[in-house]
């Protein structure tokens, strides 16, 4: 967790940057058809994986022996459904005649979501075999190559398809480089093709596959209807709300739910108690740091979209103020929906992200005729709440009641009470409401006795002292 920590913090600084360079150089418009290609060509990008990254992590974390057989068979198999998958993207840009540049984007993206898709089966490989420093430095080199050369062709006064142009570069050295540490340090290449693997890589991954299609639709349909119901502007405003706090709840709950997968996988065979343990800790810590922010953000949105856009995109901060609301959700319900796939229930997460994806779709329906992004994002908060409320209900009959909602309960008192305190003086200067409010929250953590015994022990463990 710490590796993946720092890597991710440092990835989420270049990303953050980068977003807000691209929203303020590609304006409303260009900025709506960015998030809608992209958003777009992720959802095709699934067929080209279907599953299979997911189930090898957790396969090869319980038979390590078999991570070659597993890797090389993956690879050629997903090289197969990735020339599917671009002839569907090809074939859906025609069939709908999207606008010239909206369909040169189209292709561009999916090129790079492919191979993103590829590589990505090189990561499965790290994270099984908790080589999570590999998994870093290849997050940190994709971040810096995007960011550096996408700021260049911006400064230089190119627009949106330079942008995507680069994203393929990106694309390209992250599968030679995750290639090569695969080869060098891991195992070495095998270009025998075993056919009931094949089948079974197929069918056992479906369940994880559909679960990531549901769960693109579940992040990702909001953007793809504005575009179609209300246009790029709406697209474009909308995500300058939405990607910020996304970003964050998904960095965070990545950095956790990628250390703790393994692990979790591993428990539930050897030691099931502690398993439920590191699921109520995982979500304790999740829920002190997510409902802070939560409230934070939404005391402040004003303030935080001033800040980031410089002034433009003002439309956004109602918005903004809505999707605050789903971060501690999401973060609790990403460590719920790891415990069911780690206890070979991803057929029920599946389910649940699928229940939930075509209740946000009706939502969007519903709402963004009459309310545009703001429907959106109510839309995107109440499907986020079912999301959380199936996966405890599924856990509870297929593993045994785990009170996550407990950990909810001191960090909302401590965070509402911080927000009663700096909402009179909400027109101070930003960082030093952050101060206080960061000081104010923390000290009544402490008083509402949110620490026990077992977070101490917790913290010796990490700092190698003895109990």
Same mark, same amino acid.
């Given at each position: 967790?710490?590796?993946?920590?720092?890597?991710?913090v440092?990835t989420?600084?270049?990303?953050?940057?980068?977003?807000?360079?691209?929203?303020?150089?590609?304006?409303?418009?260009?900025?709506?058809?960015?998030?809608?290609?992209?958003?777009f060509?992720?959802?095709?990008?699934?067929?080209?994986?279907?599953?299979i990254?997911q189930?090898?992590?957790?396969?090869?974390?319980? +038979?390590?022996?078999?991570?070659?057989?597993?890797v090389?068979?993956?690879?050629?198999?997903?090289?197969l459904?990735?020339?599917? #998958?671009?002839?569907?993207i090809?074939l859906i840009?025609w069939?709908?005649?999207?606008?010239? #540049?909206?369909?040169?984007?189209?292709?561009?993206?999916?090129i790079y979501?492919?191979?993103f898709?590829l590589?990505? *089966?090189? $990561?499965s490989?790290?994270?099984?075999?908790?080589?999570?420093?590999?998994?870093?430095?290849?997050?940190?080199?994709?971040?810096?190559i995007?960011?550096t050369?996408?700021?260049?062709?911006?400064f230089?006064?190119?627009?949106?398809?330079?942008?995507?142009?680069?994203?393929?570069?990106?694309g390209?050295i992250?599968?030679?480089l995750?290639? *090569?540490?695969?080869?060098?340090?891991?195992?070495?290449p095998?270009?025998?093709?075993?056919?009931?693997?094949?089948?079974?890589?197929?069918?056992?991954?479906l369940?994880f596959?559909?679960?990531a299609?549901?769960?693109?639709?579940?992040?990702?349909?909001?953007?793809?209807?504005?575009?179609?119901?209300?246009?790029d502007?709406?697209?474009?405003i909308?995500n300058?709300a939405?990607?910020?706090?996304?970003?964050?709840?998904?960095?965070?709950?990545?950095?956790?739910?990628?250390?703790?997968?393994?692990?979790?996988s591993?428990y539930y065979?050897?030691?099931?108690?502690? $398993?439920?343990k590191?699921t109520?800790?995982?979500?304790?810590?999740?829920?002190?740091?997510?409902?802070?922010i939560?409230?934070g953000?939404?005391?402040?949105?004003? +303030?935080?979209?001033?800040?980031?856009?410089?002034g433009?995109?003002?439309g956004?901060?109602?918005?903004?103020?809505i999707?605050?609301?789903?971060?501690?959700?999401?973060?609790?319900s990403?460590i719920?929906g *790891?415990?069911?796939s780690?206890?070979n229930?991803?057929?029920?997460?599946?389910?649940?992200?699928?229940?939930?994806a075509?209740?946000?779709?009706?939502?969007n329906l519903? $709402?963004?005729?009459?309310?545009?992004?703001?429907?959106a994002?109510?839309?995107t908060?109440?499907?986020?709440l079912?999301l959380?409320?199936?996966?405890?209900f599924?856990?509870?009959r297929?593993?045994? #009641?785990?009170?996550v909602?407990r950990t909810?309960?001191k960090p909302?008192?401590a965070?509402?009470?911080?927000a009663?305190?700096i909402?009179p003086?909400?027109?101070?200067?930003?960082?030093?409401i952050?101060?206080?409010?960061t000081i104010?929250y923390?000290l009544?953590l402490?008083?509402?006795?949110?620490f026990?015994?077992?977070?101490?022990?917790?913290?010796?463990?990490? $700092?190698?002292?003895?109990?």
């Open positions: 967790m710490g590796v993946m920590g720092a890597a991710q440092l989420a600084l270049i990303s953050f940057v980068l977003f807000i360079y691209l929203a303020r150089f590609l304006g409303e418009a260009d900025f709506g058809k960015y998030n809608f290609a992209f958003s060509t992720n959802l095709f990008a699934i067929f080209a994986d279907l599953g990254s189930l090898l992590i957790r396969e090869i974390a319980r +038979k390590k022996q078999l991570s070659e057989y597993y090389n068979n993956a690879i050629l198999l997903k090289i459904l990735s020339i599917l #998958t671009f002839i569907g090809i840009t069939t709908l005649r999207f606008p010239k #540049t909206l369909s040169i984007l189209l292709y561009l993206f999916g979501n492919i191979l898709t590589s990505s *089966t090189y $990561l490989l790290f994270q099984a075999w908790e080589k999570m420093e590999y998994v870093a430095l290849f997050q940190i080199i994709e971040r810096v995007i960011a050369f996408t700021l260049t062709v911006l230089m006064g190119y627009g949106v398809i330079a942008v995507a142009y680069i994203y393929i570069l990106a390209i992250d599968m030679i995750a290639a *090569t540490i695969t080869f060098k340090k891991l195992i070495k095998l270009f025998k093709i075993d056919w009931k693997l094949q089948k079974k890589l197929l069918m056992m991954g369940p596959g559909l679960n299609l549901f769960a693109v639709f579940f992040f990702k349909i909001d953007t793809i209807l504005l575009g179609f119901l209300k246009g502007v709406a697209v474009g909308y300058a939405y990607n910020p706090l996304l970003s964050l709840s998904m960095i965070v709950a990545g950095i956790v739910s990628a250390a703790i997968y393994p692990v979790m591993k065979k050897e030691n099931k108690e502690s $398993l439920g590191l109520i800790v995982s979500s304790k810590y999740l829920a002190i740091f997510g409902l802070p939560a409230i953000c939404f005391i402040l949105a004003d +303030k935080f979209i001033l800040i980031l856009y410089a433009g995109y003002t956004a901060i109602i918005a903004f103020q999707l605050a609301l789903f971060i501690p959700i999401r973060l609790v990403t719920t *790891t415990l069911l780690s206890i229930r991803q057929g029920y997460r599946m389910f649940s992200v699928g229940i939930s075509a209740f946000n779709i009706i939502l519903i $709402l963004i005729p009459y309310y545009s992004y703001i429907g994002s109510i839309a908060v109440l499907s986020e079912l959380y409320c199936l996966f405890l599924y856990i509870g297929y593993y045994k #009641t785990i009170n909602n909810f309960t909302l008192i965070s509402i009470i911080m009663i305190t909402y003086i909400k027109n101070l200067n930003t960082f030093i952050i101060g206080l409010a104010i923390f009544f402490f008083l509402l006795k949110t026990g015994d077992d977070d101490r022990l917790l913290l010796n463990n990490l $700092l190698g002292k003895e109990a």
